[in-house]
């Protein structure tokens, strides 16, 4: 088992930057993919980003690709969503997932451990 604890959430005003953070402890953080997810209100979970624990690929939502970056420090057990050139409609709730699976997925169902949430909001 594995706990995610998300942080770096905040209001900023359209066009700035954050930086969330996700720290797990638990079993071997290299043994998970991990992604991050965002929650809108009255909106369904959505995937944002993952990157591998086989080779460190990662990949995107289209309406993110370009503005964020995911990474990982397998040293820190941490994972990080790097978020520039904010849009109001980036504001949601992004979750932290851990799956035991190779590569990523942008299925929610394919994930088997999740943070609590940290709320960004973006001001226009």
């Known amino acids: 088992q594995v706990q995610l604890v998300e942080s770096g959430g905040g209001l900023v005003q359209a066009g700035g930057s954050l930086r969330l953070s996700c720290a797990a402890s638990?079993?071997?953080?290299?043994?998970?993919?991990m992604g991050w997810f965002r929650q809108a209100p009255g909106q369904e979970r959505e995937f944002v980003a993952a990157?591998?624990?086989?080779?460190?690929?990662?990949f995107y939502a289209d309406s993110v690709k370009g503005r964020f970056t995911i990474s990982r420090d397998n040293a820190r057990n941490t994972v990080y969503l790097q978020m520039l050139s904010l849009k109001p409609e980036d504001t949601a709730v992004y979750y932290c997932?851990?799956?035991?699976?190779?590569?990523?997925?942008?299925?929610?169902?394919?994930?088997?451990?999740w943070g609590q949430g940290t709320q960004v909001t973006v001001s226009s």
């Open positions: 990157i591998s624990r086989s080779d460190g690929s990662t």
């Open positions: 638990g079993r071997t953080f290299s043994s998970y993919t």
């Open positions: 997932a851990a799956a035991l699976r190779a590569f990523g997925s942008r299925r929610y169902g394919d994930y088997d451990y």
